[in-house]
């Protein structure tokens, strides 16, 4: 991605933006759903302006051992997120599941610690799993991972130093 990319984004943006106030000014409360997903749109082609000026990489989050990442992954499990071991790395620590979030003392007895990284991404819709009108009303704007099937454990992921841990 480039530079001309972003630039084409945003003003795909600020096209979204204007046609929302545009529906403001020609409506009362008849306009809100029209006006919301302009500025909807216009968040998204903004997140993916924000991809393209970083290469077409986000900061995700990794689990490590010291400086070695852990073949893990977050999942949204029973008891909400948590790390999703690779058969292997939970043989070395001896559990499939870690509980996510960096107060935890399972990872802290462990030795493990999560930190940023950076990997190839893309921005899409996410309706956290609603449907009908509740769906469309929670939806919110993710980074999600580019899938690669040689890297499951997304193991090529790059620690990013500047970035803290959110």
Request: aromatic residues 8%.
């Amino acid at each position: 991605m480039t530079t001309i990319e972003a630039a084409r984004l945003r003003a795909k943006a600020a096209e979204s933006r204007k046609a929302a106030a545009e529906s403001f000014e020609r409506s009362d409360t008849d306009g809100c759903y029209s006006q919301w997903a302009h500025g909807l749109s216009a968040d998204l082609a903004e997140a993916r302006a924000g991809i393209a000026d970083d290469n077409g990489l986000a900061v995700f989050t990794g689990l490590y051992h010291g400086d070695k990442r852990v073949e893990a992954k977050l999942v949204n499990g029973r008891y909400g997120l948590g790390w999703l071991l690779s058969e292997d790395a939970a043989s070395r620590h001896g559990r499939k599941f870690i509980p996510h979030g960096a107060n935890s003392r399972v990872q802290r007895s462990l030795g493990l610690t999560e930190r940023s990284e950076r990997h190839p991404a893309y921005i899409c819709y996410d309706d956290n799993g609603s449907k009908g009108m509740a769906g469309m009303v929670n939806v919110r704007i993710v980074a999600r991972r580019v899938y690669d099937e040689n890297d499951p454990w997304h193991m090529n992921s790059r620690v990013d130093k500047d970035q803290p841990v959110g």
